[in-house]
């Protein structure tokens, strides 16, 4: 097997880059895990084993033997290095106006290439909309490199599936979701991530359908969240008391069971936007997802409203994570 280049040492990167360790370590697979950021204060306090957002204890980065790095270029390419696995996890927030802002995944894509190697792969975790990876980032890789991707070099993509603050559903007891340009490079892909992620491993037809099943993932999310938000400011002007009502709707088998609150963390309130800048492109109103979003963009303000009008703030709402 390859060594590992965790790009993006964020809430994702850095957990991803201890759960790869601590499972080819399980494997008793030796192999060179570095983890790199282009922010040095990150890096210079990963090395010092102090972690300020990801979750991660000093215990468990003290004990652990990762590499970390500012310069890419620090990479060892030696013989016994020669080849490498490198796996993006960088942001892809949305610019102010609400439109994809690629600018993180642009650059991660142009210093890989610039370090590139025959049969190296690339493996993007951000999530984007369905086209993006084969459209925007393979081309950067393949002008910074001069290689041809799915000849030189191989492509794929897996899209992050991470719950923050919940405990049953982690980064590495979930089921991994993977994709490739082509079969050669979906198995490479394969045989990497059923080791990290003990055989709950997914094969998706293609990188798009991967890329979508994300961007539905969080824009549903996001839809359920919009209309239990929507239903408890009607329950809230009739005086019902809508936690009630969510534990009389809930023992229907089939009743998704969702809190009114905040759609949290970097997916939920971004991911609808992706879809729908891509659905314009295709004469596509994605009106039910815009109306969403304007919901639980504005339920601040009923948050704020309720709040004032109950001077002891006892109105229970929730952060809705991805």
């Not at 041809?148 to 991994?176: A, C, W």
């Not at 549903?220 to 002007?237: C, G, M, P, Y």
């Not at 109103?285 to 504005?298: F, G, M, Q």
Request: aromatic share 12%.
């Amino acid at each position: 097997m390859k060594n590992i280049v965790v790009v993006g040492l964020g809430y994702v990167g850095l957990n991803l880059a201890l759960i790869i360790e601590k499972s080819l370590n399980n494997h008793k697979v030796d192999l060179n895990i570095i983890g790199f950021d282009v922010n040095k204060s990150r890096i210079d306090a990963l090395k010092t084993n102090y972690d300020s957002y990801s979750g991660v204890s000093f215990n468990d980065l003290e004990q652990s033997k990762l590499k970390f790095i500012n310069n890419i270029k620090e990479i060892d390419r030696s013989e016994k290095n020669k080849q490498f696995n490198f796996i993006v996890c960088v942001p892809t927030p949305v610019y102010s106006d609400h439109y994809p802002n690629f600018s993180h995944l642009v650059s991660a894509s142009e210093l890989i290439g610039e370090i590139l190697q025959k049969d190296d792969l690339v493996i993007y975790e951000s999530t984007v909309y369905p086209g993006a990876t084969e459209d925007i980032c393979i081309p950067v890789l393949e002008e910074k490199s001069n290689f041809k991707s799915g000849v030189d070099f191989y492509v794929g993509f897996s899209p992050e599936r991470i719950n923050p603050g919940d405990s049953l559903h982690q980064m590495g007891n979930v089921t991994k979701l993977i994709s490739a340009q082509n079969e050669k490079a979906l198995e490479i892909v394969y045989e990497l991530y059923r080791k990290i992620f003990s055989e709950k491993v997914f094969k998706c037809s293609s990188i798009k359908v991967a890329e979508s099943s994300k961007i539905l993932e969080n824009t549903q999310r996001d839809v359920n969240i919009a209309l239990i938000n929507e239903f408890s400011h009607l329950t809230e002007k009739m005086g019902i008391n809508i936690q009630e009502v969510l534990a009389a709707a809930k023992t229907k088998w089939n009743f998704v069971d969702v809190k009114p609150g905040f759609p949290g963390g970097e997916c939920i309130p971004v991911d609808p936007y992706y879809y729908i800048d891509l659905a314009g492109k295709y004469g596509v109103p994605a009106e039910l997802a815009k109306v969403a979003r304007n919901i639980n963009d504005n339920f601040s303000y009923l948050i704020n409203k309720r709040l004032y009008r109950n001077s002891r703030g006892l109105y229970t709402f929730y952060a809705n994570f991805s």
